[in-house]
């Protein structure tokens, strides 16, 4: 490991010694029960040990090898098995479940750690001049498999951890822009502008383990999107180091200079360059920041609250709405002395049930506001009237507090639950509001007449978070439960179910998660052929050797 360079543990998210814990959350182990037949109290095997690995010697040559320590010096050139292994993979579930069972697959032969963009050129011509695949990587979170290289890869194959190039460059104050270097982690990166007054606002699950390279070349959308924008929008200029030349794109409002140039690169995975700077819309703090929740009888009725938020004069950093399984969900999960735990208390549910409310349906929702208290006031205003209108009621803030402390400790559940051999995961896509309805009920349906079919327990809510004038992302979440060998055969009904019921439904292949080679056979259906045959031009064109991370989009 390098100093001052983050890394994640190889088998799961985050850090070696944290994990997701049931205590003190005494409906949780009854709703898993519940929900797919697993104890979850059982007791489990121990963590994997990196030591049962057999892992495959680097295929590193002595001449590329001295090339790069020439480049970078000894230090920042690695060759040691663990740090190829968390190169190798994002932390899918597949991922995970492949690393655990010591299937390696084709790992990186070298992890090099540059520390300037003239560094990132030079290695970047060497890569490709000896005939080598670069990969560049940034929080390794993705979930899309777009870091690992082809099975089967006969070249050497180098992986670029940019996490070297984490510092904040320049703010215009002027402007609200900001250069920042690409390998910075979300916490680091929102400290170093926060003590100047200014914040990103891009706040995907994974911010603390994921980089503002990587939520450019995977087009992230964080949860305050509504206000912020996707890192599409956020993301104005930025520096691309390519074999034999270098992009720069100045950071503009808008141009109007032929195809954007800039979209091209947001979504690349690698596959046109090396992401070593961006500018980025910052904005000040704001003064005032609530979420506030509030309960829908169904979650028809919440998703027609968001579309009406959406299109009025109400402009909350966001809205989301969780459907009925997911709102038990929520509500298993909060501690016994949280307001999230308690929600169910006899005086909540008393007003549930005098308004007629079938319990085991009503849907869960949390709306954010920043600005100036006036502001922050008129907001809440218009919307506390829309989920009247909708038939909602207000809880107040508790709950949104509690998920907003919380919210980056969510992905650590996915270890435990692997654990106990309940595979979890996730797929997201957008529709226009006309389809919101139909995607989320045919997508429920379909994943589980192929659970039924294949005679495995399995669960799936979702909630739309992400809204946009015409439409909305909407977040499903899976769990099955199956640990015996067919484990990863279930998992792919799934995921291809789920998947090709977004295509059928008027969906994307994605919202924000990418493509990398997991999302890559729906890429015709999502985007037409002739959309296929641009892209391939394009990264033929750039990239006529497919030095660049080969295999990934299409
Ligand atoms: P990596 O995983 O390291 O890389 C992703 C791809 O980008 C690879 O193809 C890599 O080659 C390329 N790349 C990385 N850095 C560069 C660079 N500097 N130049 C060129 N190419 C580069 N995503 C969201 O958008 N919103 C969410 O809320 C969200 N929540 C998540 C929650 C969990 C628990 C997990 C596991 C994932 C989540 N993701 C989310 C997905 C993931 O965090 C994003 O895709 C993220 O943008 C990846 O960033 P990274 O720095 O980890 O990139």
Redesign the pocket.
């Known amino acids: 490991m390098i100093e001052g360079v983050k890394q994640q543990k190889w088998w799961g998210?985050g850090e070696d010694g944290k994990s997701y814990s049931h205590h003190d959350k005494p409906k949780f182990a009854p709703f898993v029960k519940k929900m797919v037949g697993v104890d979850i109290t059982a007791a489990v095997p121990p963590s994997p040990r990196f030591d049962d690995l057999e892992v495959p010697a680097s295929q590193l040559g002595e001449a590329l090898r001295g090339e790069l320590v020439a480049i970078l010096g000894e230090k920042f050139v690695q060759t040691d098995d663990e740090t190829r292994v968390v190169h190798a993979f994002?932390?899918?579930v597949r991922d995970l479940m492949r690393v655990r069972a010591g299937q390696l697959g084709r790992l990186p032969d070298v992890v090099l750690y540059p520390g300037s963009q003239a560094e990132v050129e030079r290695l970047v011509d060497a890569v490709v001049a000896a005939d080598g695949v670069l990969?560049?990587?940034?929080?390794?979170?993705?979930?899309?498999a777009?870091?690992e290289a082809e099975p089967g890869e006969t070249r050497q194959v180098v992986s670029v951890n940019?996490g070297r190039l984490s510092r904040v460059l320049e703010i215009d104050e002027t402007s609200g822009l900001a250069h920042i270097q690409?390998?910075v982690f979300g916490p680091d990166m929102e400290d170093q502008l926060n003590s100047q007054g200014w914040t990103l606002g891009h706040h995907?699950?994974?911010f603390v383990?994921?980089?503002l390279?990587?939520?450019?070349?995977?087009?992230?959308?964080?949860?305050q999107s509504d206000k912020y924008g996707d890192?599409a929008d956020i993301v104005r200029g930025l520096t691309?180091v390519m074999p034999g030349q270098v992009l720069s794109l100045r950071p503009l409002p808008s141009s109007s200079s032929g195809p954007s140039v800039r979209e091209m690169v947001l979504g690349?995975?690698?596959r046109l360059?090396?992401?070593?700077s961006a500018w980025v819309n910052v904005h000040r703090l704001p003064e005032v920041r609530e979420l506030q929740s509030y309960f829908f009888a169904t979650y028809e009725d919440g998703l027609k609250a968001c579309e009406q938020i959406m299109a009025s004069d109400a402009a909350p950093m966001m809205a989301r709405v969780s459907d009925a399984v997911e709102t038990q969900y929520i509500m298993a999960n909060g501690k016994k002395s949280s307001r999230i735990g308690s929600l169910s208390s006899k005086a909540i549910q008393k007003i549930m049930e005098a308004k007629g409310w079938d319990l085991e349906k009503i849907a869960m929702s949390f709306v954010g506001f920043e600005g100036s208290p006036t502001h922050v006031r008129y907001e809440k205003g218009l919307v506390s009237r829309i989920v009247k209108a909708n038939g909602g009621i207000s809880v107040g803030k508790g709950p949104g507090t509690l998920y907003d402390q919380k919210k980056y400790d969510?992905?650590y559940i996915?270890d435990f639950m692997l654990d106990r051999g309940l595979i979890c995961d996730?797929s997201e896509t957008t529709t226009p509001w006309a389809y919101a309805e139909q995607i989320h009920t045919n997508t429920v349906a379909r994943f589980q007449k192929a659970m039924d079919e294949i005679g495995v327990r399995g669960v799936v809510f979702c909630h739309l978070s992400h809204s946009y004038h015409s439409g909305a992302c909407q977040y499903f979440t899976f769990a099955i439960a199956d640990d015996s060998e067919n484990q990863m055969a279930t998992y792919d009904v799934a995921k291809r179910v789920i998947q090709q019921s977004f295509m059928d439904n008027h969906g994307t292949v994605s919202h924000?998660?990418?493509v990398?080679e997991e999302h890559s056979p729906w890429m015709d259906q999502d985007i037409s052929p002739a959309g296929v045959f641009i892209q391939r031009k394009l990264f033929d064109g750039v990239d006529p050797g497919h030095h660049l991370?080969p295999g990934?989009i299409i």
């Not at 990969?135 to 899309?144: D, E, L, Q, R, Y």
């Not at 390279?213 to 949860?223: N, Y």
């Not at 360059?273 to 070593?276: D, F, Q, S």
């Open positions: 998210w994002g932390k899918g990969i560049p990587f940034g929080g390794g979170s993705n979930i899309v777009a870091l940019l690409a390998g995907p699950d994974s383990w994921s980089t390279g990587g939520w450019i070349a995977t087009r992230s959308s964080g949860m890192i691309m690349s995975e690698g360059g090396v992401i070593t969510t992905p996915r996730v924000h998660h990418g990398g991370n990934k």
